[in-house]
């Protein structure tokens, strides 16, 4: 099987030199409104999703200089009209627009923030120029009555709509699912992975989850915006320790879906400095301090660009915001106690172990390999000596405390660190927690619940409709995922945050249970999880083409699964016990409970 061929940088690409992959495109879509408004106070749009762009119409003035206002905004006020005092960085923005005498076609240039558009924010395309988040417009002024034509233009990368579909018993769940497929489509307005509006930075977790999620909805744009915000990241990576280990995530993950092992290759050296092995202590396991902050490890992690804002120092981030952060908020560690040796952070070092020892296998270093393996032995060991607390059955926060918050528990959960006879008590502790994490460490609570069989659970905690929810961001109005469960927990939240969009990737990846296991998606795993589920109806991307998953009737004793999968994909199927594999047509499996 071929691997993804990625389009070359040229010498327009001023963002990133050197780069493996050219910068995507970002193109221009015009969507008319799905609902339009005249009264007195002019003209009002509702859109019916917020994309980041702006407006174009065609307007008549009877002279020239003649103004309107025009209001672009995410939020509803209470009057049904745009909110233009919306909480948080929530967007809204009133610009005034000096037409001409006569009838002409206008599009509304969008001023640039000095917060979005700084040193370290990704600039737009200079052809696109600058956009905002809306989904409704409102024209005042005059000339208001005059306005027709009236389009909202939407910016993103290459996308194919027919990529990914879902459909379940949950009505719920199905909304999530929207909701967070639109988010990833829609956050790709400047080509590269961003955390928001707020700031539009690059973040190596923000763009794992983003990466993931990507993957699990498009097939057009995935693999190459991927890429590129990865060498990115490489190249101008942000302050959190956690988010070191994130490049190594991310390489993997590039691997195992495009089969392309340029960039395993040509940044080697840089993954297995973001191991962070440099700060392993005699036990392997890592110690964070700041005098271990050695200008030669600073450097060969790229410490050394003039895009970094937080200063050359790691610090351990665990989860975000801290309870400091926000006023009448918990915060989103569950008061995690910070030591120099977190459980954290050791358990991340760990999976960077267990996966560089993949990669080094991959590109033909076999003796990396084996050391790899053997460091991720020794850490399995020391790990579960130092942090793991047999009279309880949990794991603590760091060495020397007592406290077992839930990020403590889920990340060895989720990276294979509980041996067996532990599973159930961590899983028992995990669920007295709740969603005591932000919607960016829910991506590895849920990975690690599923990972154990804990479906019925983690299908509960997807389509919770309490304010620690994403129904919850449904329900708030907005159409794309939030950068928190609700503002109380983050007063300064945006509302165009795919690191909010877990569900995409989980829904793929745990519920359909689609994952790769060989370059290329040329071998996949197949686990179905359905939980509560009876019947689903799905097609998720890869590379390959499509894999089909129809369930029905799945608690009865009709149950059935049918798997349609590409040419060149090959899958390893687990199912519950009494399924039997059945006669199906040609191209397709098919199994029955019997």
């Known amino acids: 099987m071929a691997a993804i061929t990625f389009p070359r940088p040229d010498a327009a690409d001023s963002v990133l030199p050197d780069a493996l992959t050219r910068r ?63 909480p948080g960085t929530i967007r809204y923005r009133c610009l005034a627009l000096a037409l001409q005498a006569g009838t002409h076609a206008y599009r509304l240039g969008i001023p640039p923030l000095e917060r979005n558009t700084g040193p370290a924010a990704i600039p737009m395309p200079a052809e696109i120029g600058e ?69 539009r930075i690059p973040y190596e977790g923000d763009a794992y989850i983003n990466q993931l999620s990507h993957y699990a909805t498009d097939a057009a744009g995935a693999y190459t915006v991927a890429r590129y915000s990865l060498e990115y990241l490489i190249r101008y990576p942000t302050w959190p320790t ?18 392309d092992d340029q960039l395993l290759r040509r940044f080697y050296p840089t993954l297995q400095a973001k191991t962070l092995t440099a700060l392993a202590r005699g036990d392997a396991l890592i110690e964070n301090t700041p005098d271990r902050h050695t200008p ?34 918990v915060g989103e560690r569950d008061d995690f106690e910070m030591k120099p040796v977190n ?56 060495e020397g405390s007592e406290h077992a918050a839930l990020h403590a528990n889920m990340m060895p959960l989720a990276f294979d660190l509980v041996p067996a006879e532990h599973i159930p008590s961590v899983v028992a ?46 329900r708030s109005g907005s159409t794309m995922t939030l950068e928190a469960w609700d503002w109380i927990y ?49 097609h998720s991307p890869t590379p390959l083409g499509p894999i089909h998953v129809e369930a029905t009737d799945w608690h009865g004793p ?17 199912l519950p016990p009494g399924f039997t594999p059945a006669t199906a047509p040609p191209g397709q499996l098919l199994y029955t409970r019997s």
């Open 296 to 329: 030669e490890l600073l450097a060969s992690l790229n410490f050394d660009h003039d895009r970094y804002i937080f200063g050359n120092s790691l610090m351990d981030l665990v989860d975000w915001p801290p309870g400091s952060f926000t006023q009448g908020g």
């Open 131 to 199: 956009v905002l988040p809306f989904r409704y417009c409102q024209i005042e002024g005059a000339a208001a009555d005059t306005v027709t034509d009236l389009v909202q233009i939407a910016t993103h990368t290459a996308w194919d709509e027919d990529a990914a579909a879902f459909a379940s018993s949950d009505t719920v769940l199905d909304a999530i699912w929207d909701i967070c497929r639109h988010t990833i489509k829609a956050t790709t307005f400047c080509g590269v992975y961003v955390d928001g509006d707020r700031e």
């Open 242 to 259: 956690d988010w070191q280990f994130h490049i190594v995530l991310m390489a993997w993950e590039d691997y195992l879906y495009t089969g």
């Open 24 to 86: 995507p495109q970002v193109l221009e879509t015009e969507r008319p409104p799905v609902a339009l408004v005249r009264d007195a106070d002019g003209v009002f749009a509702d859109f019916g999703l917020a994309y980041f762009g702006t407006v174009a119409f065609t307007a008549t003035a009877a002279t020239a200089g003649q103004e309107v206002r025009i209001h672009l905004g995410e939020k509803l006020g209470d009057d049904d009209r745009i909110d233009r005092q919306p």
């Open 429 to 474: 502790h995990i669920k007295t927690r709740g969603m005591a994490c932000s919607v960016y460490g829910a991506q590895y609570l849920l990975d690690g619940l599923y990972r154990v069989g804990e479906a019925d659970y983690a299908h509960s905690l997807l389509t919770a409709t309490h304010d620690r929810g994403w129904y919850n961001m449904i």
């Open 558 to 574: 009709a149950a059935t699964l049918r798997l349609t999968l590409p040419p060149g994909c090959h899958a390893d199927v687990t």
């Open 490 to 538: 983050k007063n300064n939240l945006d509302w165009n945050h795919a690191w909010g969009a877990v569900p995409a990737n989980t829904i793929a990846r745990w519920i359909l249970g689609i994952q790769p296991t060989a370059p290329g998606c040329s071998r996949v795993s197949i686990r179905p999880q359905l939980g509560p589920l009876t019947h689903l109806r799905a």
């Open 343 to 398: 459980a954290v952070i050791c358990a991340f070092h760990y999976r960077c172990l267990v996966l560089m020892g993949r990669i080094a296998q991959a590109i033909d270093k076999p003796a990396d390999a084996a050391d790899y393996e053997a460091r991720a032995a020794r850490v399995y060991a020391a790990y579960n000596r130092v942090f793991f607390d047999p009279a309880r059955g949990v794991y603590r926060d760091g």
